[in-house]
């Protein structure tokens, strides 16, 4: 079976769901690009938890858990199975690597995945294990965690982290006709750097080595899925490949990234 990558996707807001833009062009592209998975595990932006948590819900429900949209966004299901023992697996290798985990049975999928699943494998046939990110255990525990599930990418599983290269909603309808927040550009491309560089600790001490760090990201939880795509790339160079999918709004950079891991580092080289 092809090992496949990890992915970072930014989900940028729940109306993705029905105006994906050219985040929904990528997307589909890498669809067609990767060999389809036989699951999917995802960590989102917005499954918050002290520790690791994995869903094994048999039939996980599509949560709305947004508010203030419009009506249509609320009947969208994404209605993926689970995969109750890739979930024991996937809890079994986090425990190994020594991180406390527990299962979840009633957890479904919240926007940060349901919403980008929609556009990457819209048949929903795909079963979706969600795992939970820890804000307070910073980028090196997310890192962490998706190198515990790093030789999932042997077995056609597809990991992934979804979050958004920048995320300051403070910056909400300041940004009109075409113009950008100016700390977008100096904040992705610095990262992109880094990860060209393989500079994995430069990206760990993002918040005083990046630019406009805290305009970027007041919080972190958006990026730390970041770090579990970076993690899950395994052992060796990210491979990063940097896929443009334009900014949101102005302030929501909705970068994608795939990482091969070794063997593209080893091409590139």
């Known amino acids: 079976m092809s090992r496949l990558p990890s992915l970072y996707i930014s989900h ?44 094994n819900h048999p039939q996980p429900p599509t949560l709305h858990d947004f508010g203030g949209f419009p009506r249509e966004l609320f009947a969208l ?22 991180l406390p985990v ?38 090196q525990h997310q890192f962490a965690l998706g190198r515990a599930l790093a030789p999932l990418r042997e077995q056609g599983v597809l990991l992934i982290g979804s979050g958004s290269i920048t995320h300051n909603l403070h910056d909400w309808g300041h940004y009109q006709d075409g113009k950008q927040a100016p700390y977008v550009r100096p904040f992705i491309d610095w990262v992109e750097q880094r990860l060209a560089a393989n500079d994995r600790d430069a990206l760990f001490d993002y918040r005083r ?53 070794e063997d593209r580092a080893q091409d590139a080289a």
């Open 12 to 55: 940028g807001s729940p109306m993705t769901a029905l105006h994906p833009g050219q985040v929904g062009v990528r997307l589909a592209e890498l669809a067609r690009d990767l060999p389809t998975p036989r699951a999917i595990v995802i960590a989102s932006a917005h499954w918050l938890a002290r520790q690791p948590l994995v869903g």
């Open 102 to 139: 527990a299962l979840d049975p009633q957890r479904g999928l919240d926007h940060g995945a349901w919403v980008p699943l929609r556009l990457l494998h819209p048949q929903a046939d795909i079963p979706v294990v969600p795992v939970s990110i820890q804000p307070m255990l910073g980028p």
């Open 77 to 98: 299901q994404y209605p993926a199975p689970g995969d109750p023992a890739l979930a024991e697996e996937v809890a079994g290798r986090i425990a190994a690597a020594g």
């Open 209 to 261: 080595q990046a630019p406009f760090a805290e305009r970027a990201h007041p919080t972190d939880e958006h990026l730390l899925p970041l770090y579990f795509a970076m993690g899950a790339a395994g052992e060796g160079g990210f491979g990063a490949k940097r896929i443009d999918a334009g900014v949101d709004a102005g302030f929501l950079a909705m970068d994608l990234y795939r990482f091969d891991g």
